[in-house]
């Protein structure tokens, strides 16, 4: 079941508008001519799909397809539909056999959880559906089959899915012989005074994206990074390369969840999480991080940007930033070695990136006046004694878990008789 909703304006271009919160979770896209002619022409309530001896119609097609661009889902929301719609179908069978039926009073509270994302009571959300030709009964449906299966995919898989002592130690980087990493996506945006209102708006809007395509055009509309070219997307990382604080929060998300927004200096950053993996390489935590901090008049003006550019082609190590700074105010070269908690969050989630001797242009300091070229110098491994065992396991969980359920769902489409009517 969908966790985050995220709506987008009626008419709207842009991904999301300049809109107060309220607005945005109440202005929704006019979906009326979504399907088209040829399936009114059909029928509504004909046969769209057959799967094995049921039966999906255009009329369910219609509204899920509806539903899913209501949610913002990437992609052709006819073809997203009759493919959810097929595994819903191949689900219940599944559900029907083992006797799994969700309550009346669980399925309101899923339905209750999915308005409130959008900041609505389960009466509003309905009624902003029912203006947009959304039937209650396709949340119904959508929610009902969502919950049963979770709790299908637990009572089958949990007890495989559930790590070892051993392989949360390894997922820790306790026994030196493997790791967690994780695959990101950011988001981060400059706030000042001025412009705060709007940035805190979007930023909410943002943290209710389920899916990795909204996400990824929202950082390429208003993130600052350079990342934003890539749709905000990062490389694996072993998650001890993160801040502690932020570790935590990541090892809570499940794939496509977004982190609620993250205050830092001069900017807000968020986070979704599209992967997690476990890994044989050791995964060491560190001691201490070493890196360096060169400052330009300028902040992200583009000569500022050219310069800072041409320091960093120029650069090998942080050593050779003493030379750049020579003869210059002291101030404008900072090198520390400090704790991983105890540096700053941008700095940190910068550092996360990088390589030794590599470079980042990300930063501005002095209210976004100043550009900060920022070079990670080293990190000190130390054993990994403070991450959550709970947080570590629970997640290892949720991501077997997945892999089961996706496997399952594989085979049972190779194996079932599916026809288009």
């Not at 309550?103 to 900041?119: D, H, K, P, Y």
């Not at 009466?123 to 929610?143: I, M, S, W």
């Not at 997690?276 to 001691?287: D, V």
Request: glycine residues 6%.
């Amino acid at each position: 079941m969908q966790k985050h909703l995220s709506f987008r304006p009626q008419g709207a271009a842009p991904l999301l508008q300049q809109l107060t919160r309220t607005t945005a979770a109440l202005a929704f896209v006019a979906v009326a001519t979504l399907v088209p002619a040829p399936v009114v022409a059909q029928g509504l309530f004909a046969p769209a799909v057959t799967v094995n001896d049921t039966v999906v119609t255009n009329y369910e097609l219609q509204q899920r397809a509806r539903f899913l661009t209501l949610l913002r889902d990437p992609g052709d929301p006819l073809k997203k539909a009759r493919e959810d719609l097929i595994l819903d179908r191949l689900k219940l069978d599944v559900l029907a056999q083992a006797g799994i039926e969700p309550t009346e009073e669980e399925i309101a509270e899923g339905m209750s959880e999915l308005a409130s994302r959008a900041n609505l009571s389960l009466q509003e959300f309905l009624n902003v559906l029912g203006q947009n030709g959304v039937a209650p009964e396709t949340l119904r449906d959508f929610t009902r089959v969502g919950i049963a299966w979770r709790e299908y995919v637990a009572a089958r898989y949990l007890a495989q899915a559930r790590p070892s002592e051993d392989e949360i130690d390894r997922a820790m980087g306790l026994s030196g012989s493997g790791g967690v990493e994780v695959l990101l996506s950011e988001l981060i945006m400059p706030i000042n005074a001025q412009n705060a209102p709007q940035v805190e708006d979007i930023a909410q809007q943002v943290s209710r994206i389920s899916t990795t395509g909204a996400f990824s055009q929202a950082a390429q509309q208003y993130s600052a990074t350079a990342t934003r070219q890539s749709g905000g997307r990062l490389p694996w990382m072993p998650l001890t390369n993160l801040p502690p604080q932020l570790q935590q929060v990541v090892l809570g998300l499940r794939p496509g969840e977004v982190t609620a927004p993250l205050p830092l200096d001069g900017a807000v950053a968020l986070f979704q999480l599209r992967d997690l993996r476990e890994t044989s390489g050791a995964a060491p935590s560190y001691a201490a991080i070493e890196y360096a901090a060169y400052y330009l008049p300028g902040g992200r003006t583009p000569e500022a940007l050219a310069a800072g550019t041409k320091v960093a082609n120029a650069i090998d190590t942080c050593d050779d930033l003493y030379g750049v700074a020579k003869d210059q105010d002291p101030s404008v070269l900072d090198r520390e070695t400090l704790a991983p908690a105890e540096i700053p969050q941008d700095i940190a989630i910068e550092l996360a990136k990088l390589d030794p001797n590599e470079t980042s242009l990300a930063l501005t300091r002095n209210n976004g006046q100043t550009l900060m070229l920022l070079m990670l110098c080293g990190r000190t491994a130390e054993v990994n004694a403070e991450a959550s065992r709970e947080s570590v396991g629970n997640a290892l969980t949720q991501q077997r878990l997945g892999a089961f359920a996706d496997s399952l769902l594989e085979q049972l489409k190779a194996d079932a008789r599916i026809s288009d009517e």
